[in-house]
């Protein structure tokens, strides 16, 4: 049984940054790549980026806009997602997920492709 469990969200004023954590365990073998993922109020759940686990290799929605970085922690099997110049239509629940395919062609961005998911930590940014 794989467990994911953000943490790190909370209140922050526009302009500002968090850092967002997710710890994996239950599966300590290597997982393709984990994602960031977030959902607003009535939106649907929308990519924001994802890192290669092996590799370490990045790619991010273009609203990113170098904003965010995401970056992983193999030896404590955890991935964060360091968020910078936030706005508010940043504001939503954000999850991170594992991909769990031995290999994949192209990068790994709809939420299909993630097979394991956390409960999600709020995210909300006032403006």
């Known amino acids: 049984q794989v467990q994911l469990v953000e943490s790190g969200g909370g209140l922050v004023q526009a302009g500002g940054s968090l850092r967002l954590s997710c710890a994996a365990s239950?599966?300590?073998?290597?997982?393709?790549?984990m994602g960031w993922f977030r959902q607003a109020p009535g939106k649907e759940r929308e990519f924001v980026a994802v890192?290669?686990?092996?590799?370490?290799?990045?790619y991010y929605a273009d609203f990113v806009q170098g904003r965010f970085t995401i970056s992983r922690d193999k030896a404590k099997n955890m991935a964060y997602l360091q968020m910078n110049s936030l706005k508010s239509n940043d504001t939503a629940v954000y999850y991170c997920?594992?991909?769990?395919?031995?290999?994949?062609?192209?990068?790994?961005?709809?939420?299909?492709?993630?097979?394991?998911w956390g409960q999600g930590t709020q995210v909300t940014v006032s403006s």
């Open positions: 997920a594992a991909d769990w395919a031995t290999r994949r062609l192209g990068v790994p961005t709809r939420a299909a492709d993630f097979g394991s």
């Open positions: 239950g599966r300590t073998f290597s997982r393709y790549a």
């Open positions: 890192i290669s686990w092996i590799g370490g290799d990045t």
